[in-house]
């Protein structure tokens, strides 16, 4: 199993920029898909973007998609989203994930998964 830690959010006013990082503990991260969810106050935890083990294929859902990039670094076992063109709405609790199965691209679900780190809270200001 794989212990992520979140990094990397904070204030931002709409149109700025974050980078978030996760880091993953463990051997074999380079066997892991990488998925991001984000869980804003009041709503369902969500998908936000996906890569695979190798990071050649990446997804996004449409309400990030042009605006976030997700990449990833094998050797440092971390994953990074980074997050332009802010909106009030991307406001919410980012957390990562890690899977073993067969790339899915935007076929994730938060109750594929039984293993969450704290998160890290993404707010932008309008």
């Known amino acids: 199993q794989v212990h992520l830690v979140e990094s990397g959010g904070g204030l931002v006013q709409a149109g700025g920029s974050l980078r978030l990082s996760c880091v993953a503990s463990?051997?074999?991260?380079?066997?892991?898909?990488m998925v991001w969810f984000r869980q804003a106050p009041g709503k369902e935890r969500e998908f936000v973007a996906a890569?695979?083990?190798?990071?050649?294929?990446?997804d996004y859902a449409d309400s990030v998609k042009g605006r976030f990039t997700l990449t990833r670094d094998n050797v440092k076992n971390t994953v990074y989203l980074q997050m332009n063109s802010l909106k009030p709405e991307d406001t919410a609790v980012y957390y990562c994930?890690?899977?073993?199965?067969?790339?899915?691209?935007?076929?994730?679900?938060?109750?594929?998964?039984?293993?969450w780190g704290q998160g890290t809270q993404v707010t932008v200001s309008s």
């Open positions: 463990g051997r074999s991260f380079s066997s892991y898909a």
């Open positions: 994930a890690a899977d073993r199965r067969t790339y899915r691209s935007r076929s994730y679900y938060p109750r594929d998964f039984d293993s």
């Open positions: 890569i695979n083990w190798s990071g050649s294929s990446t």
